[in-house]
């Protein structure tokens, strides 16, 4: 039995990586020859006309090897349905665009799909600020503005060749190993699969798009991605509470760190300077290491550290109480801002001396 799920869970991966990884370069060639092209501005970081529609092949490669090896029952069909909605709004926003407020609306249609048709939600913060079963009006409400959230959060932070999809690659990884594992015998075993789907597909596209990125994944891509990992992580957090996983809440913020910490920091940044927090600029945690002068392979492979080490940081000291962990997370993240911005206003005075 077990080595047919791990061949099933190979095999899941195997297929969507291979979908992705040949169904890029005729997408990259369809995208060139009908002009479907991202062009750069001053808030972008690439310099040449470059294909957005990777994240086709990633939702090619992620949906078939689910359907195909993984199933579609406990959630997962609702899931789905709930992609194919963003996958449609998102393609059409790559292509010619659509406005906030309509792809809000889909997000909302699509989060309301999973949440009162699968009833996916967090239903228990587990001891955070010594809080455990939640009202259940207030459940619906933190779900929805968590899924919709951390969706965007990842639309936000694909600003530089490879971050997105190395983000998802980690989240994917993780909750992955932790569904196959710790949710053996459970019903959100089956997440395993959505995980590794998803990670073959994404592996598949980053062939393509670490620096210099020959196509991006778009909005096609990111939205989709980040409601699939949405719903990772509440699922996870949900087997926490069945299965014993040491602070799952916490460490479901330690796998969502980056997006997290990039998102709330530039829309606190925005409100304090009386801007809209979703006027678009180049303050994302990736411009700015940008500005202090590391490449952009240099910056995502540290944005993947720092990722990596609020993981370790959590599974290490599992016997830590949920809210101290939650507590230490916000500093963590709080010095690599302040680390940061000190050594960005070093730098342009060691300019102004010159």
């Given amino acids: 039995m077990y080595v047919e799920i791990f061949i099933r869970i190979i095999a899941s991966f195997t297929w969507a990586f291979l979908i992705a990884v040949f169904a890029i370069p005729s997408i990259i060639q369809v995208a060139h020859k009908k002009r ?11 310099e040449m006309l470059t294909p957005r529609l990777g994240g086709l092949a990633i939702f090619a490669g992620f949906i078939s090897a689910l359907t195909i090896f993984g199933g579609v029952d406990f959630g997962i069909q609702n899931l789905l349905a709930g992609c194919v909605l963003i996958f449609f709004v998102g393609l059409k926003d790559d292509i010619v665009s659509v406005s906030a407020f309509k792809k809000f609306l889909v997000q909302l249609l699509g989060t309301c799909i999973i949440i009162l048709m699968a009833d996916i939600r967090i239903t228990n913060f587990q001891g955070i600020l010594g809080i455990y079963e939640l009202n259940e009006k207030f459940s619906y409400a933190f779900t929805f503005v968590t899924v919709v959230g951390i969706t965007n959060a990842f639309n936000l932070i694909d600003g530089l060749d490879g971050l997105a999809g190395s983000v998802i690659m980690v989240a994917c990884m993780v909750f992955g190993v932790y569904f196959a594992i710790a949710g053996e015998g459970t019903d959100y075993f089956r997440y395993c699969f959505v995980a590794f789907s998803l990670l073959g597909s994404v592996l598949g596209f ?15 891509g990111s939205l989709v991605c ?35 910490l990039d998102t709330s920091r ?26 202090l002068g590391f490449t952009q392979m240099a910056t995502v492979l540290i944005l993947v550290i720092i990722n990596l080490v609020a993981v370790a940081l959590c599974i290490s000291l599992a016997k830590l109480a949920v809210t101290y962990m939650i507590l230490l997370l916000v500093a963590y993240a709080g010095l690599i801002t302040v680390t940061i911005d000190i050594s960005l206003s070093l730098k342009k005075r060691a300019e102004l001396k010159k």
């Fill in 206 to 220: 980053l062939r393509y798009n670490f620096y210099k990125a020959k196509i991006f994944m778009g909005d096609t």
């Fill in 226 to 260: 980040g409601f699939i990992v949405a719903v990772l992580a509440i699922q996870f957090i949900e087997m926490g509470k069945i299965t014993g996983i040491p602070n799952a809440p916490a460490l479901a913020v330690a796998i969502l760190l980056i997006p997290l």
């Fill in 266 to 291: 530039v829309f606190i940044v925005r409100i304090l300077a009386g801007r809209s927090p979703f006027a678009p600029d180049k303050n994302h945690i990736h411009h700015r290491l940008i500005a």
């Fill in 36 to 46: 479907l092209l991202d062009e750069p501005n001053t808030r972008t970081v690439h």
